[in-house]
């Protein structure tokens, strides 16, 4: 295996991906609504095609703020569904998403002939080739860098969930726990719920580009739902989720380099092999974690049998 | 008599003026879906009193209670918590959900849950401080708790888990407070031990208001009663309101089962 500077660059990039979708994701899956991840990262689609027909450019503020928009309407239609037409929320999730996201395919495929938007791009992303799209070549301690877009606008992403993270760490726990509390002591948790819809959809858009939407749906709910075995703690999980989300990104960069290479194939999708990882990091969890793992608790039920 | 008197009477005795009510309900209709939950609520409690609200099933109790904390729309009527509306009198209320309305599995400790108490007075971005921590700690200590402060809340049982809800309650330090069936499944123990807390709430001239659903208590515990049925059947004192004739009119057909019970109760008094 050969390392270069843009194998590091593409596990960078992977890592503050999954970061930042994880920082996110421990709120959705305490608050049990881990698939409005889902259903906002294909909803956006139509934010994002609507967004490049008017201004007809690929520019990320646009886009940004045409997905932001759209995440956020999925947010509200899911909840007017779920309460005007008989069917719970996840049903009303699964019609929202998907006529959007069918609305945004029908949107780029129209728009595809003079329009460098790629649907599959959407879906695995494209990685490997984030590092080629140098913007920035600063010198720190005598080396010289070349900052890839991608690292730049997904730092900034982590950067601004981590500060909203810490910032409404009080409100984000009471809200999740118990919502009707919060809102009764005048913390509204709806205005929290679509803050949170918000940054979800903002950062799904950020990390599309890079990993595509089933890394980010993957790491939205992925390390949040591991790091819960691991700890009783909400400030534990939140800084443990991240820690596996980068522990996926880098497991999953050196496997994707090595792994196929047994089997006699070249290297394979770095994004996909992030998932995978972190799906093997859960499994692993799931089975040994000292407190809530299977078999620990096996062996605590045969041992008080005893 | 001078004005002066006047507000010193008020201040005095707040129970008095009507401005000053702890709670009063006027024409409260709560709807969904077009049906109504619960019909032109009219309501006064006054200061100081320890209150069951009962009725069957589906009567609406938790209802009331949201919507007098604008949990859910109105639609229509009148709330007024001492005179004032909920949202600005909202620091004076304390509110206990129903036990099932949380997931005990969340990554709290029993401290974390009674320190949320202090985030309505503590306002947005603002930390818990030490203080708060300590105070929380001391509402442990008086529910009797202190030992399992930092225990993961799925690791408590039910009595301990709705004592902790009520020492978040206490760190609210409200003036009035909403319990919606802070009793439900708990054992003696923690009956008796939550009875002696009311009690002491109330002592401190507080007001609570309390779901319940035991009604062979109602009379041992409770020195106000409202009986709801959708409307208000009847609301005042308990002595005088918890009758057979009011409970029959309350649960109708339904109180059939344990009339013979409410019977006892009422004719043991």
Known sequence: MEWYSIDTWIVVIGALAAGACALLGNFLVLRKMSMMGDAISHAVLPGLAIAFLVTGARASLSMFIGAAIVGVLTAVFTQWISRFGKVDEGASMGIVFTTLFALGLLLIVQGADHVDLDPSCVLYGAIELTPLDVVWRPTLFGCSLEVPRAALVLAGVTLFNAVFVVAFFKELRISSFDAELATAMGINSKLMHYLLMTLVAVTTVACFEAVGSIIVIAMLIVPAATAHLLTDRLWLMVVLSVLIAIGSAVLGHLSALIVPGWFGFADTSTSGMMAVMAGLIFSTVMLFAPKYGVLPRLVRKTEAVR | ?269
């Open chain 2, 1 to 269: 008599m001078s004005q002066a008197s006047d507000s010193f009477m008020q201040i005095e005795q707040p129970g008095i003026s009507s401005r000053s009510l702890p709670l009063k309900i006027r024409d409260l209709t709560v709807a969904y879906h077009r049906k109504p939950v619960i019909w032109d609520i009219d309501l006064s409690i006054p200061e100081g009193k320890l209150v069951s609200i009962v009725g069957p099933n589906g009567a609406g109790k938790s209802t009331l209670i949201k919507a007098c904390l604008e949990l859910i729309p109105r639609t229509s009527g009148e709330v007024s918590i001492y005179g004032q509306s909920y949202k600005k009198a909202r620091k004076r209320v304390g509110y206990v959900p129903q036990r099932e309305s949380v997931d005990w599995d969340f990554p709290v400790s029993a401290l974390d849950v009674v320190a949320m108490g202090t985030y309505g007075k503590l306002g947005w971005f603002r930390r818990v401080s030490k203080r708060s921590k300590a105070l929380s700690m001391e509402a442990l200590e008086r529910v009797g708790l202190a030992d399992y402060a930092h225990r993961q809340i799925s690791q408590l049982s039910g009595g301990q888990q709705q004592r902790t809800f009520l020492a978040r309650a206490l760190v609210q330090d409200a003036d009035i407070y909403f319990m919606d069936e802070p009793f439900a499944a708990v054992d003696a123990a923690t009956e008796r031990a939550i009875v002696e807390l009311l009690k002491e709430l109330q002592k401190r001239g507080k007001t609570v208001l309390v779901v319940h659903h035991d009604l062979a208590t109602v009379p041992q515990y409770f020195d106000w009663t409202v009986l709801l049925n959708m409307r208000v059947v009847a609301a005042g004192p308990t002595d005088e309101v918890f009758t057979q004739e009011n409970l029959r009119r309350t649960y109708g057909g339904k109180l059939t089962l344990f009339t013979q019970a409410a019977n006892e109760v009422v004719q043991s008094r």
